[in-house]
C-alpha cells in the first residue's frame, strides 16, 4: 500500500467500508426479509384454498371427498389432502406427498374442516418459484448496489484525490524552484490550503531572489574593497621596502614615512565607512529623532566645503526658509548632506554653481542640491550609489575620495526611511530626499 497512490488508497479503503456495509445490511435484514416473504406466500396460500374451505365446512365425509374432486379437476395446480379425525387420508391430488416431511421452498397450511376433517394444502410450484425470484432479486439488487456504490467510491475518490496530486506535483515544482500554474480556485480547505503553498512559494522565491540580489552585492563589494584596499597596502609596502634598503631617494625617510602615514590614514577613513556601511545593514545604528531646523544644520556644514569650492571657483547658494523644521536624526542628517555637497562639489566643473534648498510639501520637506553644469550618462546614473564606483576610471586617490560616499547615503537615508532619488536636471544632476516635518 506504501507503493500505492493516494487514488488507489482512498478508493481501496472505501470499497472496502462499502463491502462492509453491504455484508452488514444483508445479515441484519435478512431474516425479516425471508419471514416476511414467508407470512406474505401463507397468505396468499390461505386466500386460494378459503373457497374450497368455505365449501368443505359441514359436509360428511363422502361429500367432502366428492367436492375435494371436483375442486381439483377444475384447479389442476393445485396441491393438497384430507385427514380424517383419526388423522387417516381421505383425500389426495396425486403425486402428492402426505407425510410431514419438510421441502425447502415450500409452503405448507393447515384448516380444519370442521371437527373430524383437516385441510393440508401445499403451494410447491408457485411458491418454489417465488423463492427463487427472491433469491435472484436479492442477489440482484446486492450486485447493483455492489456497482453503484464502487462507481461512487470511483468518483469520490477522484474528486478528493485530484486537487491533492495537483498540489504535490505543485510543491514538486516549486521544490526545483520552476514555474507553476495558479491553483484552481475552491472554497474549501484543500483551496485554502493551496492558497497558503502558492503564496509560500511566491514570498520564497522574492527571498531567494532577494539573497541572491545580496550574495551578489556582497560578492562585488569584497572584490572591490579588496581592490581599493590591495592598492595601497602594495604601495605602502613598496615604500617601506625602500627605505629599509636606502634604495635612490627612499633614502629621505621623513619624506616616505609621511606618505606612508597619508596612505595608512587614507584606508583607516575607507575602513571605518567599510565598517559604517556594515553597521548600516546590520540596523546597528537607529535614528534618534528630533525636531530640527533645517537651514541651522545646513549651514552648520557649509564652512567645511566653501574653501574647495571657493577654489575651483565655484558658488554655493542656499534657500532654506527659517520655518522649515524636520523630524530626523541630527548626525544622520549632517553625514548625507556632508556626502551630497562634497559629491557636488567634486562634480560640478569650474565657476558652476550648487544649489541648495527646501520645498514644502504635504506633511514633509523636500531638500534639493543641484550641481549645474554636471553630466552624467544614463547607465552610469544609476550606478553612482555602488560601492567604490567611479565614473572617471582614470582618477586616482588622491583625491580623497573612497568610492563609498554615495554608497552610505543611500543606506543612511534607508536607515531613516526616507525617499531619495539621483536624477537629472535641465540645468545638471539633481539629487532630493524628503524628511517629515515638525
Known amino acids: ?103 425447502a421452498g415450500t409452503h405448507r397450511i393447515r384448516m380444519n374442516i370442521g371437527a373430524d376433517h383437516t385441510l393440508f394444502a401445499v403451494n410447491r410450484t408457485a411458491s418454489g418459484a417465488n423463492y427463487g425470484s427472491l433469491i435472484g432479486r436479492s442477489l440482484f439488487a446486492i450486485v447493483g448496489m455492489l456497482v453503484v456504490g464502487m462507481i461512487g ?61 545580496m550574495e551578489e552585492t556582497q560578492r562585488y563589494f569584497f572584490s572591490a574593497a579588496s ?16 627605505m629599509i634598503e636606502n634604495i635612490g631617494d627612499y633614502k629621505d625617510h621623513p619624506k616616505y614615512l609621511r606618505e606612508c602615514v597619508k596612505l595608512m590614514d587614507a584606508q583607516n577613513k575607507t575602513i571605518s565607512e567599510i565598517l559604517e556601511l556594515v553597521n548600516l545593514n546590520d540596523r546597528k545604528i537607529v535614528p534618534n529623532q528630533e525636531k530640527l531646523n533645517l537651514q541651522e544644520v545646513v549651514t552648520s556644514i557649509l564652512p567645511s566645503y566653501q574653501t574647495l569650492a571657493d577654489a575651483n571657483g565655484q558658488h554655493i547658494t542656499l534657500n532654506i526658509p527659517q520655518d522649515h523644521f524636520c523630524l530626523s536624526d541630527r548626525n544622520m542628517l549632517k553625514k548625507v548632506l556632508s556626502n551630497v555637497i562634497l559629491n557636488a562639489v567634486q562634480n560640478t566643473p569650474a565657476n558652476g554653481e550648487i544649489q541648495i534648498w527646501s520645498e514644502q510639501m504635504i506633511d514633509q520637506y523636500r531638500i534639493c542640491i543641484l550641481n549645474t553644469g554636471a553630466h ?6 544609476s550606478k553612482l550609489f555602488d560601492p567604490f564606483y567611479r565614473i572617471d576610471k582614470a582618477r586616482t586617490r588622491k583625491d580623497g575620495r573612497s568610492g563609498l560616499g554615495l554608497t552610505i547615503v543611500r543606506k543612511t537615508l534607508e536607515a531613516m526611511g526616507a525617499d531619495f532619488e539621483l536624477t537629472k536636471a535641465k540645468d545638471g544632476i539633481l539629487f532630493w530626499f524628503d524628511l517629515p516635518s515638525a
Open 376 to 381: 552624467i550618462e544614463d547607465e552610469n546614473l
Open 1 to 103: 500500500m506504501k507503493k500505492r497512490g493516494i487514488f488507489f488508497k482512498v478508493f481501496t479503503y472505501t470499497t472496502i467500508f462499502l463491502l462492509i456495509m453491504i455484508f452488514v445490511t444483508v445479515g441484519l435484514f435478512s431474516q425479516q426479509f425471508l419471514l416476511f416473504y414467508n407470512t406474505n406466500q401463507t397468505q396468499q396460500l390461505y386466500a386460494s384454498y378459503q373457497s374450497l374451505h368455505d365449501q368443505l365446512a359441514g359436509r360428511n365425509q363422502d361429500e367432502i371427498i366428492r367436492i375435494a374432486g371436483e375442486f381439483y379437476n377444475y384447479n389442476q395446480s393445485f396441491s393438497f389432502y384430507i385427514r380424517d379425525g383419526e388423522e387417516n387420508v381421505v383425500f389426495s391430488t396425486p403425486g402428492m406427498d402426505t407425510g410431514d416431511t419438510f421441502i
Open 153 to 213: 467510491a470511483f468518483i469520490f475518490a477522484r474528486q478528493v484525490t485530484s486537487p491533492i496530486k495537483r498540489l504535490a506535483n505543485d510543491t514538486k515544482k516549486m521544490s526545483a524552484l520552476k514555474d507553476v500554474s495558479p491553483f484552481p480556485k475552491r472554497h474549501d480547505e484543500i483551496g485554502s490550503l493551496a492558497n497558503d503553498v502558492h503564496s509560500m512559494y511566491d514570498k520564497l522565491k522574492d527571498e531567494i531572489i532577494r539573497v541572491r540580489e
Open 227 to 242: 581592490h581599493e584596499l590591495k592598492t595601497p597596502i602594495a604601495a605602502t609596502s613598496i615604500l617601506l621596502e625602500g
